[in-house]
């Protein structure tokens, strides 16, 4: 073979394979495209599914007009309740486990969270009298959660997001699990009831959902205030693998995990517009 052959045959060779790198190169973009529409369609249905009214609410009483999540300061009340089969509740006699407001102000797209602590003593307007906040579900559902917080707190709440423990073990699986300070060392019983079958040492570590929810849960070692902060610092770590790069492939399993054991009177674009404040990193506590 001459100079000239093997250089024609060695060019041709490298074009081959730019051509080869920049087919392989837009299969892959076409492929996350394709994906990323798949997971936008398939979170629009799961937010249909679980869009619902918090009974005849169409906005707070201490508010003038309504709000938009993308012009306005708003708030979001996360109510965690358990009433899976397991626990054999009827919808009488649920109640709220774990309440955190955050508000979001819509200038510097920061959020801001406060648990109420679940024996906090206040007036359950559904029910004419004073009582621990964690019976007001039982009363109307969230409406009677939702009622109660904004006359312990005298702030409006606009939306809330109801999720069930089972939910918040599924979500945290699905994300491969979360990176937590354990403050102490713990023994706890799982969502089955089962005791001591949750153990972990004091530190920071990787937990999964069952491990997360125990952490949560407990009030064997501290008091309600402490177990505020500790659900403050999951739902952050939540966010932080949320929003993670390496988290991109698991957000159908993600959604998949929310299923039917949420609801929310936020709408599909409502909840699109969050992700400005996903992006600017995490809550303030």
């Known amino acids: 073979m001459n100079r000239k052959k093997y250089r024609k045959s060695k060019s041709s060779k490298k074009r081959t394979a730019i051509k080869i790198a920049l087919t392989l190169a837009v299969s892959l973009l076409l492929c996350i495209s394709a994906y990323g529409i798949y997971l936008v369609k398939k979170a629009e249905n799961a937010a249909n599914n679980a869009f619902e009214t918090a009974g005849d609410r169409e906005m707070s009483d201490l508010r003038d007009e309504k709000v938009e999540p993308l012009h306005d300061d708003i708030s979001i009340?996360?109510?965690?309740?358990?009433?899976?089969?397991?626990?054999?509740?009827?919808?009488?006699?649920?109640?709220?486990d774990a309440l955190v407001l955050a508000t979001l102000n819509n200038e510097d797209k920061s959020v801001k969270l406060v648990s109420i602590p679940r024996d906090t003593y206040t007036f359950i307007p559904d029910a004419g009298k004073e009582d621990k906040i964690t019976h007001a579900y039982a009363y109307n559902g969230p409406s009677s959660t939702i009622e109660s917080v904004e006359n312990l707190l005298e702030i409006p709440v606009d939306y809330y997001v109801r999720m069930d423990f089972e939910a918040f073990?599924?979500?945290?699986?699905?994300?491969?699990?979360?990176?937590?300070?354990?403050?102490?060392?713990?023994?706890e019983q799982d969502e089955f009831d089962n005791a001591g079958a949750i153990s972990l040492d004091e530190g920071i570590q990787k937990v999964d959902g069952s491990e997360a929810l125990a952490?949560?849960?407990?009030?064997?070692?501290?008091?309600?205030?402490?177990?505020?902060?500790?659900q403050q610092m999951i739902l952050q770590a939540i966010m932080d693998k949320a929003v993670s790069a390496g988290s991109f492939t698991k957000y159908a399993d993600v959604i998949d995990a929310v299923g039917d054991n949420m609801k929310t009177n936020l709408t599909f674009k409502d909840m699109q517009s969050f992700f400005e404040y996903a992006k600017n990193g995490k809550p303030d506590v």
């Open 169 to 187: 073990i599924d979500v945290i699986d699905a994300l491969d699990g979360i990176t937590v300070d354990v403050p102490y060392d713990l023994e």
């Open 215 to 230: 952490l949560a849960r407990t009030r064997h070692y501290d008091n309600d205030i402490e177990r505020g902060k500790r």
């Open 77 to 96: 009340l996360f109510i965690g309740v358990d009433d899976s089969s397991k626990r054999d509740q009827n919808s009488g006699s649920i109640r709220s």
